[in-house]
Nanobody, 120 residues
Framework: QLQLVESGGGLVQPGGSLRLSCAAS????????IGWFRQALGKEREGVSC????????NYADSVKGRFTISRDNAKNTVYLQMNSLKPEDTAIYYC?????????????WGKGTLVTVSS
């Protein structure tokens, strides 16, 4: 059974950093492009960043460009999202998903999410 598990969320002050992890079990992550999505309270889910299966191509939402970095370690079967200069508007539940393309529009297999709260 394909399973993705997110971790690394928490409470951080504005301007702080967090690194989210997306670990796969039951399958090898190497063959899949992976994306990070987020959903804030009362808002629709949005694509944050996606990375190709090889890691050679990435895509970022305009709102996080220059602040977030997606990466992957296929040997560890894990994808990461390094989030710097966090803002209150980054507060959301963050999900990772296997995606068909790195345009970050749609996901096929989803984790359960990890909550990120940016607040002073």
């Amino acid at each position: 059974q394909l399973q993705l598990v997110e971790s690394g969320g928490g409470l951080v002050q504005p301007g702080g950093s967090l690194r989210l992890s997306c670990a796969a079990s039951g399958f090898t992550l190497d063959y899949y492009a992976i994306g990070w999505f987020r959903q804030a309270l009362g808002k629709e889910r949005e694509g944050v960043s996606c990375i190709s299966s090889s890691g050679g191509s990435t895509n970022y939402a305009d709102s996080v460009k220059g602040r977030f970095t997606i990466s992957r370690d296929n040997a560890k079967n894990t994808v990461y999202l390094q989030m710097n200069s966090l803002k209150p508007e980054d507060t959301a539940i963050y999900y990772c998903a296997a995606v068909p393309t790195i345009d970050c529009v749609r996901g096929d297999y989803w984790g359960k999410g990890t909550l990120v709260t940016v607040s002073s």
